[in-house]
């Protein structure tokens, strides 16, 4: 009868009272552990954006054949983004960005590419926003291709959800703040995102079906608001690009995400410049994907080749790769 149940529970002997307090102890003490080892995960990455914003890795990649008398000719780009601009999923040196160097490379038009790599794994869009603005503010590039907005689902760094009179508190206050009024709402929102995603997969469907929705915070209920809120900091670099004489190219993921495309294609027609889409490496529906992603969440190296072919596509269209002229650096 009694199952393994204890028998004091069972009998009476520990009144229920006691029993539901000692588990919303237990989960309060929970909570603050999880809140704790957050802000420590958190705060070692704000330093690291902080390092990076002030270091961002500058790397002059060389043409082998460039045009005689345009050796010191230099195109900088700027490259804005999260581990998809970083290259995770295909080794060093096979980036997007670094295949994209090459085929500049190989035109011939310069004597290099200096690639300045604003990305950083995990990144949100106002994360990128402050690091592209500060990049800018000491002179930028030439051109930036910007590809944010993934991270925005789960990244809450920086976005002032709590307000500055919370935000301020002592760690143990803050805590109370979140299991008062938010806590559970987000983690429900990841309980029930984890069971969605549970459900859905089926194999190798994970690659292709809404796997993106995997652990948000922010889930398909709250679009309106991470539209609105990438639209924000786009426009940040957009306008701060524009009055430092900045071309911008705006790159999509190689999986749909509506409130990204959305917002990349509008911003693109009401400014004007590039949007390069590259949904599904601009294969056809029903053919495979999977042998171009390294992981389930990012290209391979032949993945990141095709996203380079296309930003290089449209920049050659676009007339934003150095036409033949006089010997000289361009995009200092």
């Given at each position: 009868?009694?199952?393994?149940?204890?028998?004091n529970f069972?009998?009476?002997?520990?009144?229920?009272?006691?029993?539901?307090?000692?588990?919303?102890?237990?989960?309060?003490?929970?909570?603050?552990?999880?809140?704790?080892?957050?802000?420590?995960?958190?705060?070692?990455?704000?330093?690291?954006?902080?390092?990076?914003?002030?270091?961002?890795?500058?790397?002059?990649?060389?043409?082998?054949?460039?045009?005689?008398?345009?050796?010191?000719?230099?195109?900088?780009?700027?490259?804005?983004?999260?581990?998809?601009?970083?290259?995770?999923?295909?080794?060093?040196?096979?980036?997007?960005?670094?295949?994209?160097?090459?085929?500049?490379?190989?035109?011939?038009?310069?004597?290099?590419?200096?690639?300045?790599?604003?990305?950083?794994?995990?990144?949100?869009?106002?994360?990128?926003?402050?690091?592209?603005?500060?990049?800018?503010?000491?002179?930028?590039?030439?051109?930036?291709?910007?590809?944010?907005?993934?991270?925005?689902?789960?990244?809450?760094?920086?976005?002032?959800?709590?307000?500055?009179?919370?935000?301020?508190?002592?760690?143990?206050?803050?805590?109370?703040?979140?299991?008062?009024?938010?806590?559970?709402?987000?983690?429900?929102?990841?309980?029930?995102?984890?069971?969605?995603?549970?459900?859905?997969?089926?194999?190798?469907?994970?690659?292709?079906?809404?796997?993106?929705?995997?652990?948000?915070?922010?889930?398909?209920?709250?679009?309106?608001?991470?539209?609105?809120?990438?639209?924000?900091?786009?426009?940040?670099?957009?306008?701060?690009?524009?009055?430092?004489?900045?071309?911008?190219?705006?790159?999509?993921?190689?999986?749909a995400q509506?409130?990204?495309?959305?917002?990349?294609?509008?911003?693109?027609?009401?400014?004007?410049?590039?949007?390069?889409?590259?949904?599904?490496?601009?294969?056809?529906?029903?053919?495979?994907?999977?042998?171009?992603?390294?992981?389930?969440?990012?290209?391979?190296?032949?993945?990141?080749?095709?996203?380079?072919?296309?930003?290089?596509?449209?920049?050659?269209?676009?007339?934003?790769?150095?036409?033949?002229g006089p010997?000289?650096?361009?995009?200092?």
């Amino acid at each position: 009868m009694t199952g393994n149940f204890p028998r004091n529970f069972l009998s009476g002997r520990r009144p229920l009272g006691k029993t539901l307090l000692f588990f919303a102890a237990a989960q309060v003490v929970a909570f603050g552990l999880i809140f704790i080892v957050a802000e420590l995960v958190m705060g070692g990455v704000r330093l690291s954006l902080r390092g990076a914003v002030r270091d961002a890795p500058s790397k002059i990649v060389r043409a082998a054949s460039p045009v005689p008398g345009w050796e010191d000719r230099v195109l900088s780009i700027s490259v804005v983004g999260d581990s998809h601009t970083y290259g995770k999923g295909a080794p060093r040196g096979l980036s997007y960005p670094d295949q994209l160097a090459a085929l500049i490379n190989q035109t011939g038009r310069v004597g290099g590419t200096n690639i300045v790599n604003l990305s950083f794994p995990g990144m949100n869009s106002n994360e990128a926003s402050a690091k592209f603005l500060e990049h800018a503010r000491g002179g930028g590039s030439s051109l930036a291709v910007i590809c944010i907005g993934n991270n925005n689902k789960h990244n809450l760094n920086l976005t002032g959800f709590l307000p500055d009179e919370i935000a301020g508190l002592p760690v143990k206050e803050r805590l109370y703040h979140l299991l008062e009024h938010s806590g559970t709402y987000r983690l429900s929102k990841i309980a029930r995102s984890r069971i969605r995603q549970a459900m859905d997969e089926d194999g190798s469907k994970v690659y292709l079906h809404d796997a993106y929705w995997r652990d948000c915070v922010l889930c398909e209920e709250d679009e309106p608001f991470l539209r609105s809120w990438l639209r924000h900091d786009l426009d940040l670099m957009i306008l701060a690009a524009r009055a430092r004489g900045i071309r911008v190219v705006l790159l999509s993921y190689y999986y749909a995400q509506a409130y990204i495309d959305d917002t990349m294609a509008d911003l693109a027609a009401q400014y004007r410049i590039p949007f390069v889409d590259v949904r599904r490496f601009g294969l056809p529906p029903g053919r495979d994907i999977v042998p171009l992603l390294g992981d389930p969440s990012h290209p391979n190296a032949e993945g990141y080749g095709i996203i380079a072919r296309k930003v290089f596509d449209t920049l050659m269209k676009n007339d934003l790769v150095p036409p033949p002229g006089p010997r000289g650096v361009a995009g200092q």
